[in-house]
Structures are given as structure tokens and as C-alpha cells.
């Protein structure tokens, strides 16, 4: 090091690139570049994070958004770890009944890593739509999920009412969401024309994550950095309403699912909220997949003599279905002797294809 007259490694990695330097002197300290353009800055939430590049005006309109939200957030630890234990165990005992296929047919809803359980109402959305977009949601008629559990208006509903978070009364509507680890749910607005405000939320199993003002991206599954990231104990309630529940896209990133969760959704429906049509068409339905037709089997019982019998072949049916005088057909012109010969075999013949048939009728 002492022969190239550098002492420093970094003064010899300068020399050996001298513009970088120049470039970067060229630049104002205010942060624009010879364009006078605003230079951008990258910033990264985590290493799981996708990398996005912000300018300083627009991260500054992300953090007055990110402070709109938490004006409308409430959130407050409220069941202890024993009492999280009983209602998990509850939850617990909805999933089981959900595998024994004992809930109404709109009740349960399955996707990958994130059953969903329907009570009091359930509405269509996702896929199930007819026609996708906001405002095309629609509760299911009355009596196609089943009611709520009474130890969900025991254990949970009464405990938020005696805390003052909601009114007695209010929940007609409550979603258990059970997720598995790497779990989500895409960015969404619960619908308007559907839900009341506020939102009120329990998670249970596990802390995770909700985020808003996401953008996801599919195949494979990629979510872009989020507005607000917003920390959820187990045990604790979310409370969204007006611009928090109303302006901005919430979600659950895969990311944020590290083991089982559970949250529980209490909600109220509007008076006016649409329902689907008692009289719709058959065409709107999902068509009904072919009943697949099982093979007839016999009743008589199998002989194990069977394999053995003298069997009547079909050279056999056939040879004893010819007639007789087509031998006197053919040969017409032969000698007496001759046709008195044949007509000797053909008797022999015939007498012995008798007795095979008399052999199989004692069988």
C-alpha cells in the first residue's frame, strides 16, 4: 500500500474514479439535479418489502394520509389471555363443525390459507359476483346462513357493550376469518351499500399486521408498500370508521400471516341494503355438475363351480343350427354308398352334440 502512495483505501477507489465525485458536486444540496427536477429517494419498510421509489413530495402526502387514518382507528386491548383461550377454543369448535359440512350452504366460504364463516348475514362478493365492481355486493336471502353463536354475543358482543365500543343492539352480522400462516385477504372497502360504520374487529391466536393503501399484484403475489402498516395484538379491538373505513383500501399481507390467526368481524347491516332476488333465473345460477352414474352389480351370488363347467361354444350353436340337407345340396351327384357313408357321420354327429347339450342341463 505504501508504494502506491494511498494510505486509505478509499482515497485510491476516488482517484481510480474521479467523475463520480465530479457528478455528484454538480448537484445541488437542495436535492434537485441539473434538471432541477426533485430527486428520488427510495425508501424500504422491511427486506420483505418491495423497493419503491418516492419523491419528497409524495412521501410527504403518504404521511398526511398515513395521520388521516389514525384519526379514525380506535384500538384497545381488551380480553386477557384466559379469556382469549376460551373463545379461540369456541373458534375452534366452528371450524370443526364447518368440516363436518353441519352449516347452511352459504355459511362457510373456503379459499387457499383462509376459511371464512358467515353468521347472522352473509353477502356475495370476489367471484361470486354476477357483475364485478364496487356496489354490486349482495346480502344472501334470510335463512341461507345460519344465526350468530351464542357464545359469540356472550363472550365477545356483551363485552363490548359493557366497554362503551358499541351500542347494545348493533351487531346483526358477525365473520370469523381463520387464517393459516402466509394467509391474506386483497386490499378492499367493506361495502358501503352493505355495512354500517363503525367496523369492529377482534384478533385472536396471534399478532399480525393490518395495512392500508395497498395495490396487490398476482402470479406470483406481490404487495406494494402500504400507506400505514397497523400493529394487531391478540386480544385486541380495531375500530374502523370515516375516512379509515371509507376512503382507503385495507388488507392483510401474506407477510404479516406468520402462524394461525383469527379475527372476528362485527358488523351491522343497513335497512336498505339489497339482497338477492327470491326469483332468480336458472341462468344466474352456477350450473349443477352431472350426477355420475354407479355401476349395477348382480345380485346372484357367485358359483366358485362355475369356471369349471363344459361351456357351449358358439361353433357349437351354430354347427347344431345348420341344417340338414345342405350336405344333400352339395353333393347331389355322389354315389348312393357315399351319401349312405355321410349320412352315418352326420347321425353321429348330431347325436353326440345332443349329448354334450343333455351334459349341460344336469349341470
Not at 365500543?165 to 358477525?174: F, K, L, M, Q, T
Not at 393503501?213 to 400493529?231: A, H, M, N, T, Y
Not at 352456477?286 to 355401476?295: D, G, T, V
Request: contains cysteine; glycine residues 6%; proline residues 6%.
Amino acid at each position: 500500500m505504501a508504494a502506491t502512495g494511498f494510505s486509505d483505501l478509499r482515497d485510491k477507489l476516488k482517484s481510480m474514479t474521479p467523475h463520480r465525485e465530479e457528478t455528484y458536486k454538480d448537484k445541488n444540496v437542495d436535492g434537485t439535479n441539473g434538471s432541477g427536477k426533485v430527486r428520488k429517494r427510495k425508501f424500504r419498510e422491511s427486506d420483505e418489502d418491495e423497493v419503491v421509489e418516492h419523491s419528497d413530495e409524495t412521501r410527504e402526502s403518504r404521511e398526511q394520509e398515513a395521520r388521516r387514518v389514525k384519526i379514525d382507528i380506535v384500538q384497545k386491548g381488551l380480553f386477557s389471555l384466559e379469556e382469549c383461550a376460551l373463545i379461540e377454543d369456541k373458534i375452534d369448535e366452528v371450524v370443526a363443525i364447518g368440516e363436518a359440512g353441519q352449516y347452511r350452504e352459504h355459511t362457510v366460504d373456503r379459499a387457499p390459507l383462509r376459511n371464512k364463516y358467515f353468521f347472522g348475514e352473509g353477502y356475495t362478493y370476489g367471484a361470486q359476483l354476477e357483475k364485478r365492481g364496487p356496489g354490486q355486493e349482495r346480502l344472501y336471502r334470510k335463512g341461507e346462513v345460519d344465526d350468530i353463536p351464542a357464545w359469540v354475543d356472550e363472550l365477545v358482543i356483551k363485552r363490548l357493550v359493557s366497554d362503551g365500543i358499541i351500542p347494545e343492539g348493533y351487531v346483526n352480522s358477525a365473520v370469523i376469518n381463520d387464517y393459516q400462516p402466509g394467509g391474506c385477504i386483497v386490499s378492499h372497502v367493506d361495502p358501503l351499500h352493505i355495512f354500517a360504520r363503525p367496523i369492529v374487529s377482534v384478533s385472536f391466536f396471534s399478532d399480525s399486521a393490518l395495512s392500508f393503501g395497498c395495490r396487490f399484484q398476482f402470479k406470483p403475489i406481490r404487495v406494494s408498500e402500504p400507506v400505514l402498516v397497523l400493529p394487531v395484538t391478540r386480544g385486541s379491538v380495531t375500530v374502523l370508521s370515516g375516512y379509515a373505513a371509507d376512503e382507503i383500501t385495507h388488507c392483510i399481507r401474506p407477510q404479516d400471516i406468520k402462524e394461525r390467526r383469527a379475527v372476528i368481524i362485527l358488523r351491522k347491516t343497513r335497512p336498505d341494503a339489497p339482497r338477492l332476488d327470491v326469483d332468480r333465473t336458472l341462468s344466474s345460477l352456477p350450473p349443477e355438475r352431472p350426477i355420475p352414474l354407479k355401476a349395477k352389480r348382480s345380485r346372484r351370488r357367485a358359483d366358485a363351480d362355475a369356471a369349471h363347467r363344459p361351456r357351449v361354444l358358439e361353433m357349437d350353436k351354430e354347427e347344431n343350427q345348420r341344417p340338414s340337407h345342405s350336405h344333400h345340396r352339395r353333393h347331389s351327384s355322389s354315389s348312393s354308398e357315399n351319401y349312405w357313408r355321410r349320412g352315418q357321420e352326420y347321425d353321429k354327429h348330431k347325436e353326440s352334440s345332443e349329448r354334450r347339450k343333455v351334459k349341460m342341463r344336469r349341470h
